[in-house]
């Protein structure tokens, strides 16, 4: 899947919920639980600011446990949210989800539903999470376009009702260490980033956080100092030296990455909290203020 996001399709995405919006008591948007930051869409929270939201951090049997904890915690600190972590083919983790919308929208009379919208960037779990509330296959995969054909509204128990079509987002592209954690994650698959720039980054970045699970899954001795002697580890084992004691770096990267985005070094979060920049160095929100035409 390659996304590209022109400002053409952002335009298109952004005046999709503005129209979507009216008739949305509770914004429902997906986060990865493993860069809960990174995987949010930039302008959403501006756009939807006066309407209650659910985060929901899919796949979080991925994710770090002690960590999407606190994402948790954070992401309630702001006003009218809620956050859960689900799994979103594990339908136990979904039941929550009606009742803290009728919570969120506690102003809706009792006598109709609540309405809720599905949003977040591509391949963060909407289809499925769609699909496995209404107990069957609904939502396509693959690239519908949001809001442009007729809406169907899916029954979730009682007194929620969900559109049947989500809401697709632009990812944080333009933050450059967001970008290293989405193709990282394998939520971009195919980008302009280079593949072992891509490995590189993901090296430094498990050697800082999750050494333990290196040492293991690779039968390390000690720690490599850095990213490069982890590479070249990994290069030793699985294939990656060539004629001449050549590193074959994108075998490396390739093996690296296949490893952390099938959670065969275990549960892993690329980003805490704390890992959010200050407003002043984030760069894509400003792209929601200079079109000041855009309606
Ligand atoms: N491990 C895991 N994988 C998930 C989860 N949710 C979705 N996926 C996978 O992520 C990929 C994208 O899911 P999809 O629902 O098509 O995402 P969409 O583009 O947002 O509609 C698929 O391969 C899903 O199987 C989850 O909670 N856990
Ligand atoms: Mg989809």
């Not at 049947?164 to 990812?171: F, I, K, M, Q």
Request: net charge neutral.
């Amino acid at each position: 899947m390659t996304i590209n996001w022109y400002p053409g399709h952002m335009h298109k995405a952004r005046r999709e919920i503005k129209k979507a919006l009216p008739e949305i008591d509770v914004v429902i948007e997906i986060l990865d639980a493993r860069l809960p930051f990174s995987s949010a869409n930039p302008v959403l929270g501006q756009l939807a600011r006066h309407k209650p939201t659910l985060k929901l951090l899919s796949k979080s049997d991925l994710a770090d446990p002690e960590l999407t904890a606190r994402w948790i915690e954070f992401l309630e600190q702001q006003a009218n949210t809620r956050a859960l972590p689900i799994i979103t083919t594990d339908s136990k983790t979904l039941q929550p989800i009606a009742r803290t919308c009728q919570q969120l929208a506690s102003q809706v009379r009792e006598s109709r539903s609540v309405r809720a919208m599905v949003m977040g960037i591509p391949n963060v779990g909407k289809s499925t999470l769609i699909n496995s509330l209404a107990g069957k296959k609904i939502a396509k995969t693959g690239n519908e376009p949001a809001v442009t054909r007729v809406q169907q509204k899916i029954q979730v128990g009682d007194r929620l009702q969900i559109i049947d079509t989500p809401g697709v987002l632009w990812p944080r592209i333009e933050h450059a260490d967001s970008a290293y954690r989405l193709a990282a994650s394998g939520a971009i698959r195919d980008t302009a980033m280079d593949y072992e720039e891509v490995g590189f980054w993901a090296a430094g970045s498990l050697l800082q956080r999750y050494p333990e699970a290196l040492i293991s899954r690779y039968k390390l001795k000690s720690l490599p100092e850095d990213a490069g002697s982890l590479l070249k580890e990994i290069a030793s084992r699985r294939g990656g030296l060539k004629a001449g004691g050549v590193i074959d770096y994108h075998r490396a990267s390739e093996v690296l990455l296949h490893d952390l985005r099938g959670g065969h070094l275990g549960r892993i979060t690329l980003e805490t909290p704390e890992d959010i920049p200050a407003p002043g160095e984030l760069q894509d929100d400003t792209e929601a203020t200079e079109n000041p035409g855009f309606e």
